[in-house]
């Protein structure tokens, strides 16, 4: 198959990924590992690979890489792991949770990861804005009163009368932001697809462990394209390869974003009431009172959006390091800190001490100062992880806005989609899937802002993902995910897709991914995956394997967690909304999850 290179402004010529397509005349090098700066065991690295994989006249970049060698010889294997993102930094992870996966594994295995292309030390150098103060600038036109911010949950006609006339302002704000990425990058932009990640990958593994052995990888949320496009374009390359927290990379490939938005909500609404039926049945959770239910704590929760949507008053609270006034905190400020504090819940509980901080300054005198009580980063595409280390500034890879280049760039042509279109499918998701959380797309989500991306990257992989590998992957999904839900892993494993090729492992917990959660029972099934025993095949598009989490954060975790069941279908959430444009919980309608104690029903984002 022949790669046709898409043209830069101008993306109607798509170039197709396959392994046939592009046969690399690069020879596999040897790397050279020194010890990373301050970091124990950990050994960092640099290797040079083809801009473009189709044409190595144009030039080489630098990979990142990092490992935690194995400390038993002989070593028993290896395993590259991919954080997510798009934009997370590989080296990073391996610095931070090395120790932990290589005692997940086994201390016989090498734990490996690199930045992918145009993230932190990577190439190509991908550049827009030198600082918080000029990202703070561009972005303020979304922020204030009567802006784009200040919208409720869109389920009454005012609030979507307010959202529709924010159309054009925000229209213009991406198409300045599309020009300036174009301006200080150029063609670089077409040279950070998850394709040539994939390329990436198999040289990287030719030159670590020889021409031609197994990949042993593990994808983690937007991890998990990266594994699909691996198992698609090598097929006879796969070796160990682990999904968890499932980006569905078919919708990915072939859909234009906001044709399928509503996936990205299908699990938050049973993420948060997960979270709450946790907190209300433990002493150690911060915002429950000695009396209080998973549904009192839901009201309390729609009292806090609904006095912040009511009391906004326009102010921005860049640094959540600062005092601010607690005015300052909108609906969708706070949404978003619910939110971003789900993704790690079993393991850390953010979200207990912001919700019981908003709601003391909230109910004294008007104007109260407010802290964080962590730090966070309620801002425009702050989907990318932030890890905070002293005085509180964005990462580079925030900055850069590489996540938007990478996942607008791998999408097909969606020039025909508008900004009036985007915002008007936010408003059917958020009336008829999530009447809390669907809200959040134009601001805090790519989706709404692919269809003004003139860049394209030089290959691409629109098809149908059915190619089956030559050895047998392992999907993995927590039943509440707040950004992947089930059904996107649920969807890759059945019969239409890997099917028998796949063994599909459903953990009865929240949280974004199963690694954000302590659990026995995925340890094992994981530790005996990748010796060679995967679990055995069910037989039908149901999990293979049920696993349930050892302890939650609170402790125990609650009984109807292990309840959780999968219908496939999705109706109308449990919700209501009030006069003032704020969501409001009710409690004991079906949706797309059924917990069968005492009650039901939610959804994520």
Known sequence: MRIYHASLITPSVLGLCAAVSITPRLAPVEVVWSPCRNTGRHECATIRVPLDWADESKGMIPLA???????????????????????????????????????????????VSWDPRGISASGPNITLFSNDDQYNAFWAPLFGTGRLIAHGNLTTSSDVDFLMSQV????????????????????????VGTCSVVRDLVYLTDSLYGQGTDINFWGLSYGTVIATYLTQM????????????????????NQSPMKWMEVDVYGIDLTLKSWTEACASSTRCTFSARNDTSETLLKRI?????????????????????????????????????????????????????????????????GTSFKYPFPTTPF????????????????????????LAILCGDIIDDSMTTTEDAFKETVRVSQSISRMFASLTPIHSPRAMCHLWTSRAVERLPQPMTIRPKNTILIMNTMADPITPYDSAHRLASSSFFGGNSRLVRLNSIGHSTYSNNSTCIANVVRSFVTGSPPADAGNDDADVVCDVDETVFGPAPTSWRDFQFTGTHNDPSQTSSSSGAMELSLGTSYIYVILLPFVSFFVL
């Open 380 to 403: 425009p595409l702050d989907w990318i992880p932030y890890s905070p280390s002293g005085q509180f500034a964005l990462s580079e890879n925030i900055l850069s806005h590489i996540s």
């Open 65 to 111: 890489l990092a490992r935690l060698p194995a400390a038993t010889s002989p070593r028993e294997g290896f395993m590259f792991i991919n954080p997510g993102g798009p934009g997370a930094s590989g080296t990073s992870m391996i610095l931070t949770e090395g120790q932990g996966l290589q005692s997940l594994l086994g201390r016989g295995w090498d734990i």
């Open 302 to 366: 729609n009292t806090i959006l609904e006095t912040g949507y009511r009391n906004y008053d326009g102010t921005l609270p860049w640094d959540p390091t600062v005092d601010t006034n607690i005015n300052a905190l909108s609906y969708d400020i706070i949404l978003q800190t619910i939110r971003s504090d789900l993704y790690r819940a079993p393991k850390k509980d953010n979200l207990g001490p912001f919700l019981r901080a908003v709601e003391s300054a909230q109910s004294d005198t008007p």
């Open 234 to 253: 090598f097929p006879d390359r796969v070796g160990r390869v682990i999904l968890d927290g499932v980006f569905d990379p078919e919708k990915y490939a």
């Open 168 to 191: 054009s302002t925000f229209d213009n704000t991406v198409r300045s932001l599309n020009q300036k990425m174009i301006e200080s990058n150029g063609d670089a932009l077409k040279y």
